[in-house]
């Protein structure tokens, strides 16, 4: 929207008040912005760092073998007939993807606070762009993975495919909450330090570290809402042959759904604030 005023006044170019369709519209118009945000987020994120992009290989592999000490040897959590290092960064792959992306989208607004500020863009670029440039992370360590995996003797069949709408489903959860979490954030600055303590308590709410049989029986329902539920037991079935409780996948997926119509509604009539209050 442009304001035209008199002599001395200025001009605001800003969102217009056109409603839900027209940011949608208007992002789907400046969706180039997309690789823009994407490929700078990456470059930035390992500049000046001695081994780049290695660190997406070395962080899931440090915390694949601190679990496999504490959980696999020590506390002696069974995985099955599945080698405990395999089970467990099966479960690792996406939730990193999903932690990192709901970290950097909760933060996605304040960190380009002096874009907002300066120039028009559909703000949802950011937060969308912020879980997107985990992608390449995301496949590095899936091909880590694959060589874990022949390691112990496991071949990656057809049903690796599904991996992708796995991957879909988890950067649907994390584009659900990030807009939530950074139209919030741009006002109560207290939610960029609750993310990461939000995560944490959801990571022990996931079966990564643990199967989800144990879980009682009577609390199983409730604990297939969580969706990333869904995604770690759907890896390891995709590419390691466990077997995995899918009949409460529909509901998880639904759930999703709302979640995430109902984070578009709620970013589309905050951003109307942005400029002013970030």
Same mark, same amino acid.
């Given at each position: 929207m442009r304001n035209a005023g008199t002599a001395g006044q200025c001009t605001r170019i800003g969102p217009t008040d056109a409603g839900l369709w027209f940011m949608l519209a208007e992002l789907w118009r400046q969706r180039h912005l997309l690789y823009v945000f994407v490929w700078r987020d990456v470059k930035v994120r390992y500049k000046q760092t001695m081994i780049g992009?290695?660190?997406?290989?070395?962080?899931?592999?440090l915390t694949m073998l601190v679990f496999t000490l504490v959980f696999g040897r020590l506390a002696k959590v069974s995985s099955g007939n599945i080698p405990y290092p395999l089970f467990v960064y099966c479960g690792l792959l996406p939730w990193q993807f999903f932690s990192q992306g709901l970290l950097r989208s909760g933060n996605?607004?304040?960190?380009?606070?002096?874009?907002?500020?300066?120039?028009?863009?559909?703000?949802?670029?950011?937060? $969308?762009?912020?879980?997107?440039?985990?992608v390449p992370?995301?496949? %590095?360590?899936? &091909? =880590?993975?694959?060589? +874990?995996? /022949?390691?112990?003797?496991?071949?990656?069949g057809i049903l690796a495919v599904a991996v992708v709408p796995l991957l879909a489903l988890t950067t649907t959860v994390a584009l659900a909450f990030g807009?939530?979490?950074?139209?919030?954030?741009?006002?109560?600055?207290?939610?960029?330090?609750?993310?990461?303590?939000?995560?944490?308590?959801w990571f022990f709410l996931t079966p990564i570290a643990y199967p989800s049989p144990l879980i009682p029986e009577r609390w199983r329902a409730w604990y297939a809402l969580n969706p990333m539920t869904i995604v770690a037991e759907g890896v390891r079935w995709a590419l $390691?042959?466990?077997?995995?409780?899918?009949?409460?996948?529909?509901? %998880?997926?639904? &759930? =999703?759904?709302?979640? +995430?119509? /109902?984070?578009?509604?709620?970013?589309?009539?905050?951003?109307?604030?942005?400029?002013?209050?970030?």
């Amino acid at each position: 929207m442009r304001n035209a005023g008199t002599a001395g006044q200025c001009t605001r170019i800003g969102p217009t008040d056109a409603g839900l369709w027209f940011m949608l519209a208007e992002l789907w118009r400046q969706r180039h912005l997309l690789y823009v945000f994407v490929w700078r987020d990456v470059k930035v994120r390992y500049k000046q760092t001695m081994i780049g992009a290695a660190w997406t290989i070395f962080q899931p592999l440090l915390t694949m073998l601190v679990f496999t000490l504490v959980f696999g040897r020590l506390a002696k959590v069974s995985s099955g007939n599945i080698p405990y290092p395999l089970f467990v960064y099966c479960g690792l792959l996406p939730w990193q993807f999903f932690s990192q992306g709901l970290l950097r989208s909760g933060n996605s607004l304040v960190d380009n606070r002096y874009l907002i500020t300066k120039v028009y863009l559909p703000p949802m670029v950011l937060p $969308i762009a912020a879980i997107l440039s985990g992608v390449p992370d995301f496949a %590095a360590s899936l &091909a =880590v993975l694959f060589g +874990l995996m /022949l390691y112990y003797g496991f071949a990656p069949g057809i049903l690796a495919v599904a991996v992708v709408p796995l991957l879909a489903l988890t950067t649907t959860v994390a584009l659900a909450f990030g807009l939530f979490l950074s139209a919030l954030n741009v006002r109560y600055r207290d939610v960029g330090y609750t993310i990461p303590f939000f995560a944490q308590l959801w990571f022990f709410l996931t079966p990564i570290a643990y199967p989800s049989p144990l879980i009682p029986e009577r609390w199983r329902a409730w604990y297939a809402l969580n969706p990333m539920t869904i995604v770690a037991e759907g890896v390891r079935w995709a590419l $390691i042959g466990t077997t995995a409780n899918i009949q409460h996948t529909a509901r %998880a997926v639904i &759930a =999703v759904s709302v979640l +995430l119509a /109902l984070g578009i509604v709620y970013f589309n009539r905050a951003q109307r604030r942005f400029a002013d209050v970030v």
